[in-house]
């Protein structure tokens, strides 16, 4: 302020003692610190130089010292980790009714006039009208997701999503910005759905970030905790194989900071997961090594199925959640697989469910077999179940990983009297999925006399293959091992 420009001050430091206690530095760099040692503290130069209090440099030390001290001391107490418990994420929060959603889609959708817009967003427009003309239509991802956003936006919930592409998703699932095909005057003109239904002063940004995750998701991270409750944050890898770029983040800030530092961050991580024959390196988000971080409830670990789990877990985590939330989301699912899509009405009444029972359970009385399992394998397993004519079997889906629903599973599996056997299945390796970070918690619910065993993939050094055929193979020998033909 004094000089009205920016100042850079270039200062030169140096290290008077070694690295650690143990680190004699006279060993590696005696030269350097026989001139160090001959040079005088900094506390007796501020006294040579006059500086007030400074007289003494073992007093201006002991004044500092007690300085941190007090600052300690005044510090807000935070509750041990062992103490804090996530928030009571039964309750609801109340999702918005028919009327509204219609109110959503008929601003979104509007148009500025002249606007030309690309044939996929007319089609967009008509799929997102025609969801809420009836309770009973079908939702896409998409919509789920982007009428989850609009809901929050209306609310006064801030929202900010950052990473490689995200304003149209890399599967081309999310079309926050539709762009006009035709440049008037040789400007690019674009349309944000979202902003014509946020509430007056409510910060949306939807950016597309670089790939330099550990960079991007630093900074998400610190965005995080500075804003607090009152916005959304969200980083979405490219695919999920890439947050491997920002392990250190993950496990240096996002997974233990609140544990640390008494940090909360609410952040969303969103990784895109799912093995379909095309590689090592865009097929799988490390489930396990994001499960191997969670303990005490530091973070929420989730996997959903459906798009009405994906809407009321994304209204969820901004409206209740006070810790970090990692999402494994699909890909293949988003656009194929028609039984992923919820009706309406599951949006507007329902809530996400941490373990989603059977829809087409045979009689309690007469399920012997339980499948568990998480992700898309879920469909796979049931188109399984109906080839073999399988009528003693029950699937489950964990939608929540971390904290595992142990309570709810364990009086799902008492209902039924005659269990014998409860199979985790997984798509993934035996190491890279789920299985050997849950199976203590699905050990915990069992009943008595219940067998517990896993149906994965061998595991590999390099990961899921590259080969379409290969992957398929793979796949139905999975599900047959646990439904024979």
Request: glycine share 8%; with cysteine.
């Amino acid at each position: 302020m004094q000089f009205g420009a920016d100042v850079v001050i270039d200062l030169v430091g140096y290290r008077r003692w070694g690295h650690a206690e143990q680190d004699t530095a006279t060993v590696t760099q005696p030269l350097l610190h026989g001139f160090i040692d001959k040079h005088p503290p900094v506390t007796q130069l501020y006294a040579q130089a006059g500086w007030p209090g400074s007289d003494d440099g073992a007093t201006l030390l002991a004044v500092s010292s007690q300085q941190v001290l007090a600052s300690f001391r005044n510090s807000r107490p935070s509750a041990p980790a062992a103490q804090r418990r996530a928030p009571a994420l039964a309750v609801k929060p109340d999702a918005p009714d028919l009327l509204r959603l219609r109110q959503f889609v008929e601003r979104m959708t509007r148009l500025p006039e002249g606007f030309a817009a690309h044939p996929a967003v007319t089609r967009l427009i008509a799929q997102w009208q025609d969801s809420v003309s009836s309770s009973d239509h079908a939702c896409s991802w998409n919509f789920a997701e982007n009428m989850a956003y609009a809901s929050l936006l209306w609310e006064g919930q801030g929202l900010r999503i950052s990473g490689m592409d995200v304003q149209r998703g890399t599967f081309m699932q999310r079309h926050a910005v539709w762009h006009a095909i035709d440049a008037a005057q040789g400007v690019q003109q674009a349309f944000w759905p979202l902003r014509q239904v946020a509430a007056p002063g409510t910060a949306l940004e939807v950016v597309n970030s670089p790939l330099s995750e550990e960079a991007v998701v630093g900074f998400e991270y610190g965005f995080s905790v500075q804003a607090g409750p009152g916005a959304m944050v969200i980083w979405e890898a490219q695919f999920g194989d890439f947050v491997n770029g920002a392990q250190i983040m993950i496990d240096q800030f996002i997974a233990s900071g609140r544990g640390k530092w008494g940090y909360p961050s609410a952040l969303t991580v969103l990784l895109p997961h799912g093995y379909e024959g095309v590689g090592p390196e865009h097929s799988t988000g490390y489930l396990s090594r994001m499960l191997l971080l969670c303990a005490q409830e530091n973070m929420r670990v989730a996997y959903p199925s459906s798009s009405a789990q994906w809407f009321h877990l994304l209204r969820q985590q901004a409206l209740q959640g006070d810790r970090p939330l990692v999402v494994f989301t699909p890909k293949s699912v988003l656009h194929g697989e028609v039984r992923s899509q919820s009706p309406l009405s599951a949006l507007l009444q329902g809530d996400f469910q941490p373990l989603v029972e059977d829809a087409d359970a045979p009689p309690d009385a007469q399920v012997q077999r339980v499948v568990l399992c998480s992700g898309k394998v879920c469909y796979d397993l049931a188109d399984g179940r109906r080839k073999a004519g399988d009528t003693r079997t029950v699937l489950l889906t964990v939608e929540q990983l971390h904290p595992f629903p142990e309570d709810r599973l364990g009086a799902v599996l008492r209902s039924y009297p005659q269990l014998e056997e409860v199979i985790w299945v997984q798509e993934e390796e035996r190491k890279q999925g789920a299985w050997l970070c849950v199976r203590d918690a699905i050990e915990a619910a069992l009943p008595l006399q219940v067998r517990l065993r896993a149906v994965t993939r061998p595991d590999t050094d390099a990961g899921p293959t590259a080969s379409k055929a290969r992957h398929y193979a793979q796949q139905a020998a999975l599900v047959q091992s646990v439904f024979p033909a």
